[in-house]
């Protein structure tokens, strides 16, 4: 007798509807897709900002705290992203070294300083700081610190969230100069999963989201008015390794991370 052909999937685990795996990312492109909605002046002011730290030759510097360094890493040497952008990077607030000890880290009055005098920051340049909660104590004074060098800085926070939190606490968004809500929930999880259970963090895709709108609506307002928004091009892409080596050699000097 021949063997007996079973079906491609015996064996294997039945494939199932997935209702809150998308239930999470229906609220991650609802809340996307609202990001620019009530706040567009502010956006366009923090484009303008951008644009006018490219056409000056500034940079664009990126600092958070926690997870939201990761936004500060996103911004740098990314495909398609500004050549101009400068990352603040320091290891006591960064997961990678002491998670939990970098919580303690970020609410520490007088870090702030300690981190952001390091890089060179002028009138001519933007600095973007990052924070859901909005209240620690490090993005909070970086914010204060960058505006005592005249540069424009412009916070990413949870207009709800930090309210919440406040308690009569300074505020990320009470010291930027511009303010871009991104709009999450106090708690940063989208999804109630049980009584006690919120899960599905969102503040990484919609800082990521604004960060890259404002780079491209920045970038296309200088192309309107005749400039070249230092753009790198994807390694495997035709032209990328002449186009990404100018850049580099143009910026290697101020952005100490290249």
């Known amino acids: 007798m021949g063997e007996e052909h079973q079906p491609a999937s015996a064996g294997r685990p039945e494939a199932r509807a997935s209702p809150t795996a998308a239930l999470y990312l229906q609220e991650a492109?609802?809340?996307v897709g609202s990001l620019l909605g009530r706040q567009e002046e502010a956006f366009a002011s923090a484009a303008e900002a951008v644009k006018r730290c490219m056409a000056d030759d500034g940079l664009v510097y990126l600092f958070g705290t926690g997870h939201s360094h990761m936004l500060a890493e996103e911004?740098?040497?990314?495909a398609g992203g500004?050549?101009?952008v400068a990352p603040i990077l320091a290891s006591a607030v960064m997961l990678h070294e002491g998670a939990t000890a970098s919580t303690r880290m970020?609410?520490?009055p007088g870090l702030a300083e300690l981190i952001i005098s390091r890089y060179p920051i002028g009138a001519r340049d933007v600095v973007v700081v990052f924070s859901t909660s909005g209240v620690n104590a490090v993005p909070v004074e970086a914010a204060k610190y960058a505006r005592t060098t005249g540069a424009t800085v412009i916070a990413v926070t949870s207009?709800?969230?930090s309210r919440q939190a406040a308690q009569g606490r300074e505020r990320l968004a009470d010291v930027a100069s511009i303010v871009l809500d991104n709009r999450v929930s106090p708690g940063d999880a989208s999804l109630a999963l049980a009584d006690d259970v919120q899960a599905g963090p969102l503040s990484t895709v919609t800082?990521?989201?604004l960060l890259n709108a404002l780079f491209v609506e920045a970038s296309a307002r200088l192309i309107a008015e005749g400039g070249d928004p230092p753009v790198y091009v994807?390694?495997?892409m035709p032209g990328a390794a002449n186009r990404n080596a100018a850049l580099v050699s143009r910026f290697r000097a101020r952005i100490p991370h290249l």
């Open 234 to 236: 994807s390694a495997n």
């Open 207 to 209: 800082g990521a989201a």
């Open 159 to 161: 207009e709800a969230y």
């Open 82 to 84: 500004l050549a101009c």
């Open 106 to 108: 970020e609410r520490l």
């Open 75 to 78: 911004g740098h040497y990314r």
């Open 29 to 31: 492109a609802r809340l």
